[in-house]
């Protein structure tokens, strides 16, 4: 059993942000069910009283006094098939993520994209009168507007990228989003309207981080602002200033010139990906994409 908790940890501590994200969730819905069912062989049901103080109401009174819900409800899931559709698009549509873009991005979005999902589901079921019976007592869970962020991310940047489908075949990437967001606009009427929500939202941040990221705009800065103040000491942000210093460009020409190459020299490998996948790169292309996301 210690053999297993060390591997365990091991795999956390060297693991990328991916596989962090993957193991929070499921250590978050292990100690969740793992505790409700110790208390119902008491004969207590807390499981419901527990989840309101992490899932994310729609009613802004009880939000007001549980702000922190906006951050723990993306992490959270009470059912077995709930997390694992999730981690499983989470993991698939993550390693694509990666291939283009870095770690810290891909933890900006998956956060943000949460709290766009929050936002919009509040945002609905407060102004539209088809929730206002059922506003005092709605609740959102789940990392699913976080993922569908994920996905938008990368349908934005990479549009043309092909995935193999089993029974369907090969389909751009493009359009399997565009059939998730009409499937979740189609399905607000039914029974989990707020959850359907919730996923436009995501996918709304998603596509809108690649759209300001080619204005040179970053949506997920306000992650990277709470990750700096944590982890940075004031040697490391006096290194960091000293670099952007001596890299910067002599001029706008020279600036503009090197933006223009290198777009490019991305968008020729970026075709090439989605036209014979990512395993057709040679050692060179794959090392020019690592270096240009970085």
């Known amino acids: 059993m210690n053999s297993i908790l060390t591997e365990i940890k091991q795999s956390f501590r060297h693991g990328g942000m991916l596989v962090k994200l993957i193991y929070i969730n499921l250590g978050i819905f292990l100690a969740f069910n793992i505790f409700r069912a110790i208390m119902a062989l008491g004969g207590i049901e807390i499981g419901f009283i527990l989840s309101q103080y992490i899932a994310v109401p729609a009613h802004l009174p009880t939000l007001a006094s549980r702000p922190w819900t906006l951050l723990t409800y993306m992490f959270f899931h009470e059912g077995f098939l709930h997390i694992l559709f999730n981690l499983l698009w989470l993991y698939w549509m993550g390693k694509i993520f990666l291939s283009f873009m870095t770690e810290r991005q891909l933890l900006g979005v998956y956060i943000m994209g949460g709290v766009s999902g929050a936002l919009l589901y509040i945002l609905f079921y407060n102004i539209f009168p088809a929730f206002a019976n059922v506003l005092p007592m709605s609740f959102a869970l789940g990392a699913s507007a976080s993922v569908l962020a994920v996905v938008f991310a990368v349908a934005a940047y990479a549009p043309n990228y092909t995935l193999n489908l089993m029974f369907i075949g090969p389909v751009r990437l493009k359009y399997l989003a565009l059939f998730m967001v009409v499937l979740d606009i189609l399905s607000i009427a039914g029974s989990n309207a707020g959850g359907h929500i919730a996923h436009l939202g995501g996918a709304l941040f998603g596509y809108l981080f690649i759209y300001f990221q080619k204005q040179n705009v970053n949506l997920a800065q306000p992650v990277n602002f709470f990750i700096e103040a944590f982890t940075s000491t004031p040697s490391t942000k006096r290194r960091k200033k000293m670099k952007v210093e001596y890299s910067k460009p ?41 270096k240009m996301k970085n």
């Open 250 to 290: 002599t001029n706008d020409y020279e600036y503009n010139k090197l933006k223009a190459e290198q777009q490019k020299e991305i968008d020729r490998i970026l075709d090439k990906i989605s036209k014979g996948g990512y395993s057709t790169l040679s050692e060179e292309e794959k090392q020019t994409l690592f």
